[in-house]
């Protein structure tokens, strides 16, 4: 079995963007951005993703005015694909074996460092934590039969605060400050909304 595929995948446009790739031939998408607005990209494509049974391409965006024009964007929200009059560009900084190296999912972000990430890991997920790596950086600090300490090196997203608030009870944060402080606002609020609800 393999997991089940919920609502549009974008697996339907994956041929012809890797026939692309393969041929170093600019495309010309359709796009419904987020908020739904409508853009058409030409796009020199370099790399496919797949994560969490959606499709992700990441390419170099010809009309983006920003310095910062390799971008990540999702299959399922392409309309259409034609072939692009442009010639292929090569983005000097995109290196396909690093894109995604401190990134959780999909996530990539330009000119951002990375975090260093200390969590405290505790009860049986320690074993678990030892056994799948909750990231690609992850390093074991100290490691007993009650707890264990890890290294992550992460970008700072949406993504990370999930991952740790997914881990419950059995995660602390032990480092960064700035991290910890966010994941306490969080918890705050959703304490909030459940201790207020009288229903």
């Known amino acids: 079995q393999i997991g089940e595929m919920y609502n549009n995948t974008g697996q339907q446009w994956l041929e012809k963007i890797y026939t692309a790739i393969t041929e170093r031939q600019p495309i010309k998408i359709y796009y419904t951005n987020y908020g739904e607005s409508s853009s058409i990209r030409n796009c020199s494509p370099y790399l496919l993703k797949e994560y969490r049974n959606k499709w992700y391409l990441i390419g170099y965006v010809h009309e983006i005015k920003k310095p910062e024009k390799t971008l990540v964007m999702k299959l399922s929200r392409i309309q259409k694909i034609e072939d692009s009059s442009e010639l292929f560009i090569d983005d000097p900084k995109f290196h396909a074996e690093d894109?995604?190296?401190?990134?959780?999912?999909?996530?990539?972000?330009?000119?951002?460092?990375?975090?260093?990430?200390?969590?405290?890991?505790?009860?049986?997920?320690?074993?678990?934590?030892?056994?799948?790596?909750?990231?690609?950086?992850?390093?074991?600090?100290?490691?007993?039969?009650?707890?264990?300490?890890?290294?992550?090196?992460?970008?700072?997203?949406?993504?990370?605060?999930?991952?740790?608030?997914?881990?419950?009870?059995?995660?602390?944060?032990?480092?960064?400050?700035?991290?910890?402080?966010?994941?306490?606002?969080?918890?705050?609020?959703?304490?909030?909304?459940?201790?207020?609800n009288n229903n």
């Open 99 to 196: 894109f995604f190296k401190y990134a959780l999912g999909v996530f990539h972000m330009h000119g951002v460092e990375p975090i260093d990430v200390h969590l405290k890991i505790t009860g049986s997920i320690i074993k678990l934590i030892s056994e799948d790596k909750i990231h690609s950086t992850q390093e074991i600090i100290s490691k007993n039969e009650n707890e264990m300490v890890i290294k992550i090196q992460v970008y700072n997203t949406p993504e990370l605060k999930n991952l740790i608030l997914s881990l419950g009870e059995n995660c602390e944060i032990i480092e960064p400050k700035i991290l910890k402080e966010e994941i306490k606002y969080i918890i705050k609020n959703i304490s909030h909304k459940y201790m207020n």
